[in-house]
């Protein structure tokens, strides 16, 4: 198990991310496992805002990709994880991609950052030339 994977309580379903259809998807997913692990409808809301998030930025920055979704449990309790993954460029300055306002794209600048803010684990993983994953994890209160 790496660091990107939690005691898994179901298979991962998965979306290849390639067109904003697929964006869609993968909010529909996400929505779907969140209802299942019985999230409060606020969590279920950061969550899909997150997840869609991401997805956008798999497809637009990383040049397309895969979200990889599944219930997971950990000491008890359950929760959902996401994680994007991409072959695009990869990020070449962490830190600034996670700060608000700041944008590579014409975007507001709070992609990354507000994706992190929504969720309770963020862990994201990237090198330049290698793409970027990104896991994001909301356990049910």
Do not use: H
């Not at 179901?10 to 692990?37: F, M, P």
């Not at 637009?60 to 996401?82: E, I």
């Not at 300055?93 to 600048?109: C, K, M, Y």
């Amino acid at each position: 198990m790496n660091a990107f994977e939690q005691d898994s309580e179901g298979e991962d379903e998965t979306v290849s991310i390639v067109t904003n259809d697929d964006v869609v998807r993968a909010r529909q997913l996400v929505r779907t496992l969140a209802q299942r692990c019985k999230l409060s409808l606020v969590d279920q809301t950061k969550l899909v805002t997150a997840a869609s998030e991401l997805a956008r930025n798999t497809l637009v920055y990383g040049g397309g990709g895969v979200m990889r979704a599944r219930l997971v449990q950990r000491a008890g309790k359950s929760g959902v994880t996401a994680v994007f993954e991409d072959s695009g460029p990869g990020i070449p300055d962490v830190e600034q991609a996670l700060t608000d306002g700041w944008t590579s794209g014409g975007g507001l600048g709070l992609g990354l950052s507000g994706a992190r803010r929504l969720v309770d684990d963020f862990r994201l993983e990237t090198e330049a030339g290698s793409g970027t994953r990104v896991a994001v994890t909301k356990w049910a209160r």
